[in-house]
């Protein structure tokens, strides 16, 4: 990093920081009690704090890692500036462990696009800049700055994993993998993916072998055609069946082996992934999740991915594989019709925004859930398009991650889709500053609107008291 850029930095994140520092007090002004989830985050928070490490709410489905985070953190300081009484670990303080977070994870995001996209000199530092701050007010992601909630924390530690791994600090990068998994169980998924990125380049440099062997330019450039594609398959089945190639695999790759055979052995003690409440987080085959996932990403990533070029690009391809998308179409089909499922909090819960998604568009009439199909397939089209500067292992290893932690789920919340959003948006080739501007000022568009609305538009339910706020 120049000192240009360092100092440019420095100013962006400083201003950022002061700004969520605002709305961290207004948003603590109007709403001083727990809010949502935070009525079971907070109490067993404080409980930590007193002490009372064996106490635990069942309602709680994920580990204490927010929890024992904030005791390290709140204890220590109310200590050193002789703070005592309800203002230690109060809900204001809590809140504000996340406000802490958000800060790191705008350095964190800063370092990965240095890192990913170092080879590119055509990125100046401004652009660098930029894009971490678009990313830092990521509307999902930033409006959980403000509450007691496990995002923040769980984005960061698995961002530092991510992180660490790129630079090949393998062991440090297990270690925080499984501080992310405390955060969220489902995080494990990215341990798994860091994993796969070592794998994913080993794979990448004995196909570039092998390519150059057979002299057979014509592959490597051909990608996505359907010889191609058993070529690769056969490559795979051969270097994974290979005893040196999995020793070596396992020599490199070993401290992620250790933690994701830990997480089998706690999911064998604990009956399950989720702790505390497992009735309603019940795992199912919900493949239209991935659909949903990919709607969202075109939603938050229009300045990339809906433009006329894109658009006039897939209708050729269209025009170009009409058996192919006909087949994609009628599997796509086939899955909605079978994996579709509803979840009661989503028809239940009027305060989320997914609430009305589903209200407004999916119960409108029965068919509008396949009509959606078209939208679905351009978006996976247009989603991995942007993604084809990627080796072709790196991307079979972010697709399975990304099946893997969304796909099980059977609620639909926009919360799940935070990190695999974020890796994909971390990976793909740097935009034209219009378009990074354009986004910029689309996320803090819907940052002002969801924040106003929550704090200004309340309402209430028949036969309660209580003040309802709408969220994501």
Same mark, same amino acid.
């Given at each position: 990093?120049?000192?240009?850029?360092?100092?440019?930095?420095?100013?962006?994140?400083?201003?950022?920081?002061?700004?969520?520092?605002? @709305?961290?007090?207004?948003? %603590?002004?109007?709403?001083?009690?727990?809010?949502?989830?935070?009525?079971?985050?907070?109490?067993?928070?404080?409980?930590?704090?007193?002490?009372?490490? #064996?106490?635990?709410?069942?309602?709680?489905?994920?580990?204490?890692?927010?929890? @024992?985070?904030?005791?390290?953190?709140?204890?220590?300081? /109310?200590? #050193?500036?002789?703070?005592?009484?309800?203002?230690?670990?109060?809900?204001?303080? +809590?809140?504000?462990?996340?406000?802490?977070?958000?800060?790191?994870?705008?350095?964190?995001?800063?370092?990965?696009?240095?890192?990913?996209?170092?080879?590119?000199? /055509?990125?100046?530092?401004?652009?660098?800049?930029? &894009?971490? +701050?678009?990313?830092?007010?990521?509307?999902?992601?930033?409006?959980?700055?403000?509450?007691?909630? =496990?995002?923040?924390?769980?984005?960061?530690?698995?961002? !530092?994993?991510?992180?660490?791994?790129?630079?090949?600090?393998?062991? =440090?990068?297990?270690?925080?993998?499984?501080?992310?998994?405390?955060?969220?169980?489902?995080?494990?998924?990215?341990?798994? !993916?860091?994993?796969?990125?070592?794998?994913?380049?080993?794979?990448?440099?004995?196909?570039? =072998?092998?390519?150059?062997?057979?002299?057979?330019?014509?592959?490597?450039?051909?990608?996505?055609?359907?010889?191609?594609?058993?070529?690769?398959?056969?490559?795979?089945?051969?270097? @994974?069946?290979?005893?040196?190639?999995?020793?070596? #695999?396992? /020599?490199?790759?070993?401290?992620?082996?250790? @933690?994701?055979?830990?997480?089998?052995?706690?999911?064998?003690?604990?009956?399950?992934?989720?702790?505390?409440?497992?009735?309603?987080?019940?795992?199912? +085959?919900?493949?239209?999740?991935?659909?949903?996932?990919?709607?969202?990403?075109?939603?938050?990533?229009?300045?990339?991915?809906?433009?006329?070029?894109?658009?006039?690009?897939?209708?050729?391809?269209?025009?170009?594989?009409?058996?192919?998308?006909?087949?994609?179409?009628?599997?796509?089909?086939?899955?909605?019709?079978?994996?579709?499922?509803?979840?009661?909090?989503?028809?239940?819960? %009027?305060?989320?925004?997914?609430?009305?998604?589903?209200?407004?568009?999916?119960?409108?009439?029965?068919?509008?859930?396949?009509?959606?199909?078209?939208?679905?397939?351009?978006?996976?089209?247009?989603?991995?398009?942007?993604?084809? &500067?990627?080796?072709?292992?790196?991307?079979?290893?972010?697709?399975?991650?990304?099946?893997?932690? =969304?796909?099980?789920?059977?609620?639909?919340?926009?919360?799940?889709?935070?990190?695999?959003?974020?890796?994909?948006?971390? %990976?793909?080739?740097?935009?034209?500053?219009?378009?990074?501007?354009?986004?910029?000022?689309?996320?803090?568009?819907?940052?002002?609107?969801?924040?106003?609305?929550?704090?200004?538009?309340?309402?209430?339910?028949? %036969?309660?008291?209580?003040?309802?706020?709408?969220?994501?």
């Amino acid at each position: 990093m120049g000192r240009s850029e360092a100092y440019g930095f420095s100013g962006v994140m400083s201003g950022a920081f002061l700004l969520s520092c605002l @709305l961290f007090a207004a948003v %603590n002004r109007v709403q001083r009690g727990p809010y949502m989830d935070e009525a079971f985050h907070v109490p067993q928070a404080q409980a930590y704090c007193q002490g009372r490490f #064996l106490q635990w709410d069942p309602m709680i489905t994920t580990l204490p890692g927010l929890y @024992l985070v904030s005791v390290g953190i709140v204890k220590p300081v /109310a200590w #050193l500036c002789g703070w005592t009484g309800g203002v230690v670990c109060s809900t204001g303080m +809590l809140r504000f462990i996340n406000l802490l977070f958000s800060a790191g994870n705008f350095y964190l995001l800063h370092l990965l696009l240095s890192k990913i996209h170092q080879k590119n000199k /055509a990125v100046s530092g401004f652009q660098r800049i930029l &894009s971490t +701050l678009t990313l830092a007010v990521f509307p999902t992601l930033y409006f959980f700055t403000f509450l007691y909630y =496990t995002d923040p924390g769980s984005v960061f530690f698995t961002l !530092f994993a991510y992180l660490m791994c790129l630079y090949g600090n393998h062991k =440090t990068s297990a270690l925080l993998g499984f501080c992310g998994f405390m955060f969220r169980q489902t995080n494990i998924v990215w341990t798994v !993916f860091c994993a796969g990125n070592i794998v994913a380049e080993k794979l990448n440099e004995a196909w570039k =072998t092998e390519l150059q062997k057979k002299k057979d330019e014509k592959i490597s450039s051909r990608k996505g055609s359907f010889s191609d594609l058993m070529r690769i398959l056969q490559f795979l089945l051969k270097y @994974l069946t290979s005893p040196k190639n999995l020793v070596t #695999l396992t /020599a490199l790759t070993w401290p992620y082996i250790i @933690l994701v055979t830990g997480f089998f052995v706690f999911v064998f003690i604990n009956g399950g992934i989720v702790v505390g409440d497992r009735s309603s987080h019940e795992a199912y +085959l919900h493949f239209p999740q991935l659909f949903y996932f990919l709607s969202f990403t075109v939603f938050f990533s229009f300045p990339h991915l809906l433009t006329p070029s894109k658009i006039k690009k897939f209708l050729l391809s269209l025009r170009k594989h009409p058996v192919q998308y006909s087949l994609i179409t009628a599997i796509s089909l086939f899955l909605i019709w079978r994996f579709t499922y509803v979840h009661k909090y989503l028809l239940a819960d %009027n305060r989320h925004y997914t609430f009305y998604v589903w209200r407004k568009v999916f119960q409108r009439h029965e068919l509008v859930k396949y009509v959606l199909v078209p939208v679905y397939i351009f978006s996976c089209w247009s989603f991995a398009d942007t993604l084809k &500067s990627k080796s072709i292992f790196w991307i079979l290893t972010y697709f399975v991650c990304l099946l893997a932690v =969304t796909v099980p789920q059977k609620l639909l919340e926009f919360r799940y889709f935070i990190l695999p959003f974020l890796i994909y948006r971390l %990976n793909i080739p740097f935009p034209t500053l219009y378009r990074q501007l354009l986004e910029l000022a689309f996320y803090i568009a819907v940052n002002a609107i969801t924040l106003y609305v929550f704090l200004n538009k309340t309402f209430q339910w028949p %036969n309660s008291d209580e003040i309802q706020r709408f969220m994501w």
